[in-house]
């Protein structure tokens, strides 16, 4: 299941739609592969407890892998506040290796390789030539 877990809207339609073009874009050039979550942290904002049952995330993930055109690994990932007016994507680049030390929810290691883990982009990943997503 997607989309289950409530997001403050401009950051569902600003930051994070940003990473979805990424995805959208680079699955065109290659295949890839994308693992994301949810991090509890401050029950003081679960408005929807009571009346659906859903806490309200206090940040959310993605880690997006692929490969590059000469067939290496290429790796990318974030780690965002579930706030508004957030700036710019790439104040939230982490590691992978950053990722799993934050989480709590008992699920175990995000499935990429090790020697990936460790690897944080200095940038996010541009739009390719040709990707007519915005």
């Not at 050039?29 to 859903?54: E, K, P």
């Not at 290496?72 to 950053?98: C, H, R, T």
Request: glycine content about 8%; some cysteine; aromatic content about 12%.
């Amino acid at each position: 299941m997607t989309n289950i877990a409530p997001q403050v809207s401009s950051f569902n339609q600003g930051i994070w739609e940003n990473t979805e073009v990424i995805e959208a874009c680079y699955r065109n050039l290659q295949r890839i592969y994308t693992w994301g979550g949810i991090s509890y942290t401050d029950n003081s904002n679960d408005y929807f407890l009571a009346s659906h049952g859903i806490r309200t995330p206090d940040f959310w993930w993605k880690v997006v892998l692929t490969k590059d055109d000469s067939g290496a690994d290429k790796i990318i990932s974030w780690f965002f506040p579930n706030q508004e007016n957030l700036g710019s994507l790439d104040s939230y680049l982490v590691s992978v290796a950053d990722i799993e030390a934050r989480l709590t929810d008992g699920l175990g290691a995000i499935p990429v390789p090790t020697s990936l883990k460790g690897l944080k982009a200095v940038t996010s990943w541009p739009k390719p030539a040709g990707c007519t997503r915005s």
